[in-house]
């Protein structure tokens, strides 16, 4: 594999030379976007984006993957939890890229660009240069990963003046070089988006069956995730890339010259995972209930069925305040599932077990409040600003009856 990207690499370093010399006319090299349909497996429900460069001549053919990482990078899973994951920029050639999604039966489109000289020199250097100098970046679900990095590199092409300008501007900072890139994409005739869906109903339409996958999705992710997107953010899924590529025009004529399946996935192949379990979220929490109500009547197990409940919703909440002001998730950020979820109960869980709460004025209010608060949240459900996850309105119900009825239990002297 490394034999093989060196070997790319040497290729691309000739190129330019080639062209100039007029040895290699830039008709000879084709640069195109490279589609992958989304798979089954939740890591890749949502596709995939890459570039490919051609040279017929020259015997080359590279697929450039800005959605590389790797596992044995140093402090892996502290980096993945606090939102500081390295991802790069990878170099293969285009039949070993090929082979994992034909293994995984899963559909490939390209579309070829329509590029002058500049913009094909400009296509060449810049992902040799990005691969050699600085292949890394801080990896964001939403604003930076392998389409966006292609948006943002293809927006460029507005202005061939404006090429060189460009070269590395992938080391600026986020912020910074999306307010760039739209401003470019403002002169670009981009198909107008028909609706404004959020980020997380875009994310929604692709989960498909994983149900559990959208749970912990909607609990993990805050506000921000509910904002309206243009036709700029929706492309940072591979899907959406595509379809706003193949209709955008630049000076009077398609960015896309060529549209074609270069691979069709047999509808015959058995599916390469099991089908969904019967245990959803709504299962669950709906089994949560009727346990919450069945324990008014049945004292035998009680604290226990409470101490779990308010425990596990406590250690949940701990989670969402790690997300929220200890990551670089920002779109984790106020979220509000912290209203059912309070950290507190993890503490308050434990005054519920005999003997240690008993006579507790404050545990009273406690979970008189909790109660309290967990209904009021079921009355404003629909209209809150967040989109709670639907299948958590049992749970939510059975957290304020037990909640009141601890409050009950609970007598003061």
């Given at each position: 594999?490394?034999?093989?990207?060196?070997?790319?690499?040497?290729?691309?370093?000739?190129?330019?030379?080639?062209?100039?010399?007029?040895?290699?006319h830039h008709s000879d090299i084709r640069v195109s976007l490279l589609t992958a349909a989304p798979g089954e497996e939740i890591y890749a429900v949502f596709g995939h984006?890459?570039?490919?460069?051609k040279i017929e001549k020259l015997g080359h053919d590279a697929v450039y993957n800005y959605g590389t990482f790797s596992?044995?990078?140093?402090?892996?899973?502290?980096?993945?939890?606090?939102g500081k994951m390295l991802y790069y920029l990878s170099v293969s050639s285009f039949d070993s890229f090929m082979a994992s999604y034909m293994y995984e039966n899963r559909k490939m489109r390209e579309q070829v660009f329509d590029l002058d000289s500049v913009q094909t020199i400009f296509m060449v250097e810049f992902l040799q240069n990005n691969y050699?100098?600085?292949?890394?970046?801080?990896?964001?679900?939403?604003?930076?990963?392998c389409a966006t990095r292609i948006r943002d590199l293809l927006i460029t092409f507005d202005d061939n003046e404006k090429?060189?300008?460009?070269?590395?501007?992938?080391?600026?900072?986020?912020?910074t070089r999306n307010n760039s890139v739209r401003a470019i994409l403002k002169s670009k005739s981009f198909p107008q988006s028909q609706d404004n869906p959020t980020f997380r109903a875009l994310i929604h339409s692709y989960l498909g069956q994983h149900h559990w996958g959208r749970f912990g999705i909607d609990i993990g992710l805050g506000l921000p995730t509910d904002q309206k997107t243009g036709i700029f953010e929706q492309m940072f899924l591979p899907d959406y890339l595509f379809d706003a590529f193949a209709k955008v025009m630049h000076n009077g004529a398609p960015v896309v010259k060529e549209?074609?399946?270069?691979?069709?996935?047999?509808?015959n192949r058995p599916a390469a995972i099991l089908p969904p379990s019967p245990v959803t979220p709504t299962v669950v929490c709906s089994l949560i209930l009727t346990l919450a109500v069945i324990f008014l009547f049945v004292r035998k197990a009680a604290r226990i069925f409470d101490f779990t409940l308010f425990f596990a919703t406590g250690l949940t909440g701990l989670l969402i305040t790690f997300l929220w002001f200890f990551t670089e998730h920002t779109f984790t950020q106020n979220n509000l599932n912290i209203i059912w979820a309070l950290p507190t109960h993890v503490v308050m869980a434990f005054l519920l077990l005999p003997k240690r709460g008993k006579g507790n004025k404050f545990v009273r209010q406690y979970f008189l409040a909790t109660a309290v608060v967990a209904m009021l949240l079921l009355l404003t459900w629909a209209f809150l600003?967040?989109?709670?996850?639907?299948?958590?309105?049992?749970?939510?119900l059975a957290i304020s009856i037990r909640a009141f009825r601890n409050s009950k239990k609970i007598r003061v002297n």
């Open positions: 594999m490394k034999k093989t990207a060196v070997c790319l690499l040497l290729v691309c370093s000739t190129l330019c030379k080639f062209v100039e010399a007029q040895q290699l984006s890459a570039i490919r460069i596992f044995n990078q140093p402090n892996f899973v502290a980096n993945f939890a606090r050699n100098h600085d292949p890394y970046y801080l990896y964001h679900f939403f604003l930076d990963n090429l060189d300008g460009y070269r590395y501007y992938f080391r600026e900072d986020s912020a549209t074609k399946t270069i691979f069709t996935p047999d509808p600003p967040q989109r709670l996850n639907p299948a958590l309105i049992p749970l939510v």
